[in-house]
């Protein structure tokens, strides 16, 4: 079973250190705008929301199927969606096709740069203090999502009996 | 290829429009950056008889080397400038995102000269920069015109620094925004902005900060995240904010009523810790923060019929008297002030002090125009900040500052109430600078405000302090042998890092000085970096210095240690005292408000205890400037302490100027600086250090012609309108 890196909405205080621990580790220049994982924050009234996007490293995904230059393959090892540089044309095509926006060509390599989860030891969880990202099994984290939302259904039940 | 510093100063001339940039190598080599060179900049750039508020004022906002990098709590910006408030150095720190958004966009400084004759905005896009029309943005407050520039440039990714209306009147206390709460609060930096017609500062960067050794920074950074998230106090810190300080200030009794002013206060209510507690369930949204920071350490707020906001300690610790006790009315002060991009913690002075005035039977509702100030009514106390703000009325004179506010009052008021003395006796201030809600009475604390650079505790000393963290003993619900472990912990350190004694104790003055200097080193140390101070060991968290040069060290690629920072944090405070002498800072204005001595402090454990005498502060000074190798007679730095770290164009300027004191025991004056940097919690011996390498310092780039290639800016690829 692979690892993955999950992401806690509710959690994440949009604080950037992913994406700045993210572009040191991979290109060794500080700089969010080169960043795999990018903090998105939307304003709606009162309410910020922060929302970290990364690749999501998914089972069939559309960019591996897309590109024409069949550049994307899967690491075994790792589970990571990878890109072959030297095949990688640049052509943004994975960029188009991804729901998430989560690749995108790199301005300085002219190819495509996305979450490769550090070959297995992804650095953004190692920064995150809020434990908003967090790389874990598959099946427990699904486990551990469902036992979140009992709580919380316990909880609402509390206010609900007390009122 | 510059490491860690992004490697150019950027001027911009808004009298004729005109951009320029200067490599930061040409400061960089000399100071560690940041607050540093923002010092050095203002010292070469702003003449002793400026105005504060006309064109030949600058405004210099500076990052450090690990701002914008991995290291935790890397977002902090320092705005320097001649303040309008204290007519001396004026100076704010601030965190938010936009600090690194600078640095990716290619500059380490933002220089601001001139005065705009049409209001604008400056648009900073990696190397393009532009003067924008900014007359449809008057008016609006510090959020709204954050978003119309983001929609304007139709890019949300834009970090945008802004002025309220406060800083468009010019109101002696205007501060800087970013986002909701981050703010340049201090010391009148928004009315230095808003004095040359610049009504936001935008900036969108893309572009790396280059590193020698990535893996090492990587690791480095990593080390100082570890020992932050293992602190004692940081959960705490992350889930509570920093609002627990006003639990423990008010335990100890050290708050007084937001500046001093004994006003109807009652003592510490355990309930209150209750009160935030529920205040944060019932209203809390999420835990928020800064850049690149680790701790969270503000929330927002939705309250309805006020509104969001985010804050930080505003709410606990500044707002007036009984409003901190009352959150629901208080926050609708805080929110009021930050949107009108005014220091609430200045606004919350001058309203204590006309309450005080009030009371006493100086004033009365007419000098107020008609507004009924009341302790504890939060209305009136809106209302009468709003004239403030707009210059309304009253509100007009109130806008110039604590002293025009005296003159004006003192000659409509009869002389019996008061004394016989001006009612500017009353005011809680330093240098015309409103104090902050700490008591000058706990003696430390006496000798912060004094001797602190910008004329406030806060940016020599953070407020925390070892006779105040004796406190810690009154935790409610501690055992006895708890408090014991505590207070025992609290003079140890205390010992340790002035080699006192008592130091802990509060009763006495020795190593006071020491202390103070320890933690006025420290936050220079962070001020420099570019991190935020308050991830400090003795500032709350567990990160020393030791990580932050293990940091720059693996950044610049070459070794820089932490006796290096303390070398450039003592260079720091020097040149920014030197700067303020040469402005006509000197001995006698080291000093807290002369109402204030000998009195005792009237509540918590403090109470009936606690006090300084003119005699003890007159002590702790003499100590202090001994500590720092300056002249006891007139407080300026001797020349051959300007030699010792590398300032001798500074010597030199004040030989000039006439000012320059002599030194005639030269083995004293070294026994002082000896002992300021070998006593603290991590120094070894710093003998023989003084002035390496001649004028440049430790971290200085190898090679002269690495950074000298020229960057255009205001040449081909820049526009500038």
Known sequence: MYRVVTVDIEKCTGCRSCEIACSLHNFGECNPARARIHVVKTQKEAVTTTIPILCRQCADPLCMKMCPAEALSRNEETGAVVVAKEKCLGCHTCVYVCPFGAPAVDPVTGVCEKCTLCDGDPHCVKVCSKEALTFGDEVEESMHRKRAGLEKYLEHLATVTET | ?721
């Open chain 2, 1 to 721: 290829m510059p490491f860690l510093n992004a490697g150019r100063i950027l001027h911009v001339d808004l009298t004729t429009g005109e951009t320029r940039t200067q490599a930061t190598k040409e400061y960089a080599d000399r100071y560690l950056g940041g607050r540093a060179i923002n010092a050095a900049l203002v010292y070469d750039l702003v003449g002793p008889d400026t105005d504060a508020l006309g064109p030949e004022n600058i405004l210099s906002l500076g990052v450090g080397p690990l701002g914008g990098t991995s290291y935790p709590g890397c977002s902090r910006l320092d705005v320097m400038a001649k303040s309008p408030v204290t007519n001396l150095l004026g100076d704010s720190n601030m965190g938010g995102y936009w600090a690194a958004e600078l640095k990716y966009a290619g500059y380490d400084h933002l220089v601001l000269h001139g005065r705009s004759e049409k209001p604008v905005y400056v648009w900073i896009h990696n190397d393009k920069v532009e003067l924008r029309d900014a007359a449809r943005l008057l008016g609006k407050n510090t959020v709204d015109t954050q978003q119309a520039i983001l929609d304007e440039l139709d890019n949300p990714n834009v970090k945008v620094i802004s002025i309220g209306p406060a800083g468009e009147n010019l109101v002696t206390w205007a501060d800087l925004h970013q986002g909701t709460c981050h703010a340049a609060a201090r010391t009148g930096m928004g009315a230095v902005l808003g004095s040359k017609n610049v009504k936001a500062l935008a900036v969108r960067g893309t572009q790396g900060i280059k590193v020698a050794d990535p893996d090492a920074l990587m690791t480095a950074c990593l080390e100082a995240h570890t020992a932050i998230r293992g602190s004692e106090m940081f959960g705490e810190y992350s889930t509570v904010g920093t609002s627990w300080c006003e639990a423990s200030y008010g335990r100890s009794g050290i708050e007084c009523g937001g500046d001093g002013h004994e006003g109807p206060i009652p003592d510490w209510d355990p309930h209150r810790d209750q009160a935030f507690d529920q205040f944060w369930t019932e209203y809390g949204i999420k835990r928020t923060g800064c850049m690149g920071c680790p701790v969270h350490c503000m929330e927002t707020y939705f309250v309805p019929g006020v509104g969001s906001a985010s804050m930080s300690c505003e709410l606990y610790t500044q707002t007036t008297g009984e409003l901190r006790q009352d959150l629901l009315r208080g926050i609708k002060l805080v929110k009021l002030c930050q949107e009108m991009g005014i220091d609430e913690t200045s606004v919350s002075n001058l309203l204590q002090w006309l309450l005080v005035l009030k009371d006493m039977g100086v004033i009365d509702d007419s000098h107020l125009d008609g507004v009924p100030l009341a302790w504890g009514d939060v209305d009136s106390q809106v209302e009468l900040t709003k004239k403030v703000i707009f210059r309304e009325g009253v509100g007009d004179v109130f806008a110039d500052g604590l002293l025009a506010a005296a003159q004006h009052l003192d000659a409509r008021t009869a002389p019996g109430p008061r004394g016989g003395a001006s009612t500017y006796v009353y005011a809680m201030q330093v240098n015309n600078n409103p104090m902050y809600g700490i008591n000058p009475r706990v003696k430390s604390m006496a000798l912060a405000y004094a001797v602190g650079r910008r004329s406030d505790c806060i940016s020599d000393l953070n407020m925390q302090d070892f006779d105040i963290m004796s406190v810690s003993a009154e935790y409610p619900g501690w055992t006895d042998e708890q408090r014991h472990e505590a207070a025992e912990f609290d003079a140890e350190t205390a010992r340790y890092v002035s080699g006192e004694p008592r130091a802990a104790d509060f009763d006495v003055i020795d190593g006071k000085a020491m202390i103070v200097h320890d933690m006025g080193r420290t936050v220079g140390m962070a001020d420099m970096a570019g991190t935020c101070k308050q991830h400090l060991k003795w500032l709350y968290l567990d990160s020393t210095p030791a990580h932050m040069s293990a940091a720059i060290s693996a950044g610049v690629g070459k070794t820089v240690t932490a006796d290096d920072l303390m070398w450039a944090s003592l260079q720091l405070r020097t040149l920014e005292r030197a700067l303020e002498c040469r402005w006509g800072r000197r001995r006698e204005h080291d000093t807290i408000p002369e109402k204030e001595f000998d009195k005792l402090v009237s509540q918590g454990v403090f109470k009936g205890r606690s006090y300084t005498s003119r005699e003890d502060l007159e002590a702790m000074k003499d100590e202090y400037y001994w500590l720092r190798g300056w002249d006891k007679a007139t407080g300026i730095p001797y020349g051959e302490t300007l030699r010792d770290f590398g300032l001798d164009h500074v010597a030199d300027d004040l030989a000039r100027l006439g000012i320059l004191p002599a030194c005639a025991d030269e083995q004293q004056r070294r026994a002082g600086i000896a002992k300021a940097s070998t006593l603290g919690y991590v120094w070894p011996e710093l003998v023989g250090r003084d002035n390496p390498g001649g004028n440049k310092a430790p971290w200085a780039a190898d090679e002269p012609e690495a950074d000298a290639q020229p960057v255009a800016v205001g040449g081909a690829d820049a526009e500038t309108s």
